[in-house]
């Protein structure tokens, strides 16, 4: 009978180890829940009032709090056991807030000068326009044509290849590091244990053979072999 312990190779490691059993579903989750969660944000922060200093010092507190986050997920990718994972929910962290900053500030300049763009834009439309300079598809519908807004939009391409070419590398960089880190101390943080089988080899027995540990030949038995007529 099974006891409560008992359960399919490897899982008491994880779970002694602190690792989840389904890595890639719990990072599915927590990514489909982040997105989700940013873009409500958006959808329900009060941006009625008019752009400013006050929207000006809050749209670079945003950038530093993005910079900072991207700093703090960087350090978490180098200690998780699947850094490739975390990877990936770093991102659709970072991405997400990154945008929907840049959202935030459009829609309140649009608020107060609702012919700063081409055409009036509610939070939809601004999102839309958002992601077409981030993927710089440009489809020309609908362009800034205020001094503002063409500021802010000018700030938010310098921010896209920032994010493109600086941010990405380092994610990237994060996770071979931690793959290197993973591969050198093993799931048990043990430099023996990199092979990750948790079994050191023994040096070779009388006949040659090497034995891994837990395992033990059988001893020989007394009886001889009986001798042959090239003996005799």
Known sequence: MLSAGDGPPGSDTARRHGRPRHPLLG??????????????????????????????????????????????????????????????????????????????????????????????????????????????????DIAPVSQTARVLTTLQMIGDLVLLGLVLRVVVNAVQLGRQRAGVTGPAGDPANSSGRGEAARPPAAGGWPQRAGRRRPPRTGTAAPPTAEDA
Not at 72 to 88: E, K
Not at 127 to 132: D, G, Q, R, S
């Open 27 to 140: 990072a599915v989750v927590r990514t489909t829940v982040t997105v989700v969660g940013v873009v409500l944000l958006y959808y329900l922060l009060p941006l009625q009032h008019g752009f400013g200093l006050r929207t000006a010092l809050l749209l670079l507190a945003g950038l530093a709090a993005t910079g900072l986050l991207v700093a703090w997920q960087v350090r978490r990718i180098l200690d998780s056991p699947p850094p490739a994972l975390r990877a990936v929910e770093a991102l659709a962290l970072t991405l997400p807030l990154f945008l929907v900053t840049f959202a935030a500030a459009y829609v309140v300049l649009v608020g107060g000068d609702p012919a700063a763009f081409t055409q009036q834009l509610d939070r939809t439309d601004v999102l839309y326009f958002v992601v077409t300079v981030f993927t710089t598809v440009g489809f020309g």
